[in-house]
């Protein structure tokens, strides 16, 4: 008897460890978005060539009857779905390309280990569409180091045939602070700068 006592609580002990593990991991993280009148400036280059811009956050519009978070620099913007915060479209030169509904790249709360899938229709700037279908993991949670500074991020991961997408986004700022784009071109997007809003939401 004395010898199951010490056992019997060693089992709860560990009994209870792996519930705490299993309830934490699948709490996980809320994904947010910047607020109104955030800058964020980005350095991006595609196959060597580098260029910075700084984009503002203008909070909640519509896009085609969808609502979207806005990001404009000048006459160019990107647009992010308000649900799940994720990629819908961007306009360069006067050109847009978009994705509907969106393409996923967030599924919040995130922890690591967490998989989905998005499905999604491609419109590209030339007008040509096509159905696309991608799996997001997320790969690590790590320390990730940037120009604009030190950030706590969640790495997420979608491997395709073609193409790799890789993004940190960190929860301190509620937006990714790198992002490439390996395979048929390389693309890499950091951030160099962040102003915080100061104050309200987006």
């Not at 800058?39 to 979207?68: C, K």
């Not at 960190?170 to 790198?178: E, G, L, N, S, T």
Request: one cysteine or more; glycine letters at 10%; aromatic letters at 10%.
């Amino acid at each position: 008897m004395c010898f199951l006592r010490p056992l019997s609580l060693w089992s709860v002990l560990v009994a209870g460890l792996l519930i705490s593990a299993a309830a934490g991991a699948g709490e996980g993280v809320a994904v947010g978005f910047p607020a109104a009148g955030t800058e964020l400036t980005f350095e991006r280059s595609v196959n060597g060539r580098t260029t910075t811009t700084t984009w503002t956050v203008a909070g909640g519009s519509t896009f085609d009857g969808q609502p979207v978070y806005r990001l404009e620099s000048g006459e160019d913007f990107d647009l992010y779905d308000r649900d799940s915060k994720s990629w819908v479209a961007s306009r360069r030169h006067g050109r847009v390309k978009r994705v509907t509904p969106h393409n996923g790249q967030l599924n919040g709360p995130l922890y690591v280990g967490k998989e989905w899938d998005a499905s999604y229709l491609y419109k590209r700037r030339d007008g040509s569409q096509a159905e696309q279908q991608r799996t997001w993991k997320v790969a690590a949670r790590e320390t990730v180091e940037v120009p604009a500074g030190r950030f706590d991020a969640f790495r997420i991961v979608s491997e395709g045939r073609a193409v790799t997408l890789t993004l940190w986004y960190a929860p301190a700022i509620d937006f990714f602070v790198k992002r490439t784009t390996e395979g048929m071109v390389e693309v890499r997007r950091v951030l160099v700068e962040y102003r915080a809003a100061s104050g309200g939401n987006g």
